[in-house]
T-cell receptor, first 116, second 114 residues
């Protein structure tokens, strides 16, 4: 069974600095998708970034980038130039296909606080 | 972009009563929607997959008679918590989308059973 592990329950970073959130996963599948979601205090889940496993190039979305290491089954998120609005819970998610349906498996989350 | 609307955002009900939560895809058709439960400071736990025109698929350990799911149209899925008890108090979230590109989430419903 697939599992997703986020080993950092809480992290903090100074505004304008860079922070990296870690995520590891376990799977025997070769084709899958990985995601990072942000959940601010409003509790609305917001997609941050997405990575296809068959792509070697790391995904980038403005200040957000990932370091995808397929062999190591690692999928870390780097936030550059951190902003106060980045304060949120961050969830790493593995997407698997079950009976033709794509389903998420979420990690336990990392609570990030950006300090002024 | 894809928009998923979820109502109500908050609901308080008495123990023993039932409460219905709606999840609508506003600008796309969703043959599949998902229902999650989230306890405070914890991750999202998938409860069930809602399939338009057919029965929902429940995850192991989720009581299908307690959490009734109806996906009557391509834009609406409902979750009814029947005979609610205080332990059913939680945050419930739905999601929908086109699969590999990622799913869009509703804004969630905070259910409090008193």
């Amino acid at each position: 069974a697939q599992t997703v592990t986020q080993s950092q329950p809480e992290m903090s970073v100074q505004e304008a600095e860079t922070v990296t959130l870690s995520c590891t996963y376990d799977t025997s599948e070769n084709n899958y998708y990985l995601f990072w979601y942000k959940q601010p205090p409003s509790r609305q889940m917001i997609l941050v970034i997405r990575q296809e496993a068959y792509k070697q190039q790391n995904a980038t979305e403005n200040r957000f980038s990932v370091n995808f290491q397929k062999a190591a089954k690692s999928f870390s998120l780097k936030i550059s130039d951190s902003q106060l609005g980045d304060t949120a819970m961050y969830f790493c998610a593995f997407m698997k296909i079950t009976s033709g349906t794509y389903k998420y498996i979420f990690g336990t989350g990392t609570r990030l606080k950006v300090l002024a | 972009g894809a928009v998923v609307s979820q109502h109500p955002s908050r609901v308080i009900c008495k123990s023993g009563t039932s409460v219905k939560i709606e999840c609508r895809s506003l600008d796309f058709q969703a043959t599949t929607m998902f229902w999650y439960r989230q306890f405070p400071k914890q991750s999202l736990m998938l409860m069930a997959t809602s399939n338009e025109g057919s029965k929902a698929t429940y995850e192991q350990g989720v009581e299908k008679d307690k959490f009734l799911i109806n996906h009557a149209s391509l834009t609406l899925s409902t979750l009814t918590v029947t005979s609610a008890h205080p332990e059913d108090s939680s945050f419930y979230i739905c999601s929908a989308g086109t699969g590999r590109s990622g799913y869009t989430f509703g804004s969630g419903t905070r259910l409090t059973v008193v």
